[in-house]
Antibody
Framework: EVQLVESGGGLVQPGGSLRLSCEAS????????MNWVRQAPGKGLEWVSY????????SYANSVKGRFTISRDNAKNSLYLQMNSLRDEDTAVYYC??????????????????WGQGTTVTVSS | SYELTQPLSVSVALGQTARITCGGN??????VHWYQQKPGQAPLVVIY???NRPSGIPERFSGSNSGNTATLTISRAQAGDESDYYC?????????FGGGTKLTVL
């Protein structure tokens, strides 16, 4: 079964740090780009960060640039989000989501077609 | 930065056709993707690259994209279609989501 499972959320004080993890199973993780997407309580979806399968390309939303770092370990089928200097407005459910697949040098996109269940980050004093 | 504009809410009578729009500058030149999200659940892609349906998504869901507007069309609306819907595009090096539209089936 194709699956993504996030972990690492919790309550943290403003200015603190947290590291989220996303463990993939059921597919060739290294062939897929991945994203972190968040959703503040009662709000819409906000894209956070993107990383290609080889980690050669990484991008961030302006709201987190310089504070968050995305990374992956293909040997462990895992995606990470290191979050530093956390602010109240970072409070959200954080989802990891599968992106485009690269096969024989060609990329194919079917939407963010697999999502985890989300992990909740609460930034509060 | 690129912006996508969606109506906050759309209502449709049971069995009728709902259309949810997504506005953006020359959005017709981009690939648009649509997601359905029900309360407490992760989003689900219902349309990718303007008009393609993933397996398992009913034929009642269709998409189009031209000029400055992309549209998600839901035919023969059912109670189970009541959800939030988000459009999405790739702009330069970032993903952009629309603000979301709450679909109510009356």
């Amino acid at each position: 079964e194709v699956q993504l499972v996030e972990s690492g959320g919790g309550l943290v004080q403003p200015g603190g740090s947290l590291r989220l993890s996303c463990e993939a199973s059921g597919f060739t993780f290294s062939s897929y780009a991945m994203n972190w997407v968040r959703q503040a309580p009662g709000k819409g979806l906000e894209w956070v960060s993107y990383i290609t399968g080889s980690s050669s390309t990484i991008s961030y939303a302006n709201s987190v640039k310089g504070r968050f770092t995305i990374s992956r370990d293909n040997a462990k089928n895992s995606l990470y989000l290191q979050m530093n200097s956390l602010r109240d407005e970072d409070t959200a459910v954080y989802y990891c989501a599968r992106d485009e697949v690269e096969v024989a040098g060609q990329s194919y996109y079917y939407g963010m077609d697999v999502w985890g269940q989300g992990t909740t980050v609460t930034v509060s004093s | 930065s690129y912006e996508l504009t969606q109506p906050l809410s759309v209502s449709v009578a049971l069995g009728q056709t709902a259309r949810i729009t997504c506005g953006g500058n020359n959005i017709g030149s981009k690939n648009v993707h649509w997601y359905q999200q029900k309360p407490g659940q992760a989003p689900l892609v219902v349309i990718y690259r303007d008009s393609n349906r993933p397996s398992g998504i009913p034929e009642r869901f269709s998409g189009s994209n031209s000029g400055n507007t992309a549209t998600l069309t839901i035919s023969r609306a059912q109670a189970g279609d009541e959800s939030d819907y988000y459009c999405q595009v790739w702009d330069s090096t970032t993903w952009v989501f629309g603000g979301g539209t709450k679909l109510t089936v009356l």
